[in-house]
Nanobody
Framework: QVQLVESGGGLVQAGGSLRLSCTASTRTFSYVLMGWFRQAPGKERSFVAAISWSGNNRYYADSVKGRFTISRDNAKNTLYLQMNSLKPKDTAVYYC?????????????????WGQGNQVTVSS
């Protein structure tokens, strides 16, 4: 069964950093656009960042631009999200996902495989 396994979440103080990882069980994901989404309590899942299969194109939500960096290592089947200058409003469950060939990178309905989710909590 195809899986995306996330790691790296946790509790950090405002201004701190965390790095999330998402490892795929198959090399299939090395050839697709991958993204990160997050969902805060009582809110809908929202787009955070996405990266093309080659890594040449990266996309960010305005709320994280300049603070978060998405990257990938296809040799390791792994996607990363480096989060710096974290703020309490970044507190959420973070999900990695693999996107289908059609639709917009910011549209969660266009992603067909999802990780299990990883809690990130930023204290003030």
């Amino acid at each position: 069964q195809v899986q995306l396994v996330e790691s790296g979440g946790g509790l950090v103080q405002a201004g701190g950093s965390l790095r999330l990882s998402c490892t795929a069980s198959t090399r299939t994901f090395s050839y697709v656009l991958m993204g990160w989404f997050r969902q805060a309590p009582g809110k809908e899942r929202s787009f955070v960042a996405a990266i093309s299969w080659s890594g040449n194109n990266r996309y960010y939500a305005d709320s994280v631009k300049g603070r978060f960096t998405i990257s990938r290592d296809n040799a390791k089947n792994t996607l990363y999200l480096q989060m710096n200058s974290l703020k309490p409003k970044d507190t959420a469950v973070y999900y990695c996902a693999a996107k289908s060939k059609t639709g917009s990178y910011y549209d969660a309905t266009r992603y067909y495989y999802w990780g299990q989710g990883n809690q990130v909590t930023v204290s003030s």
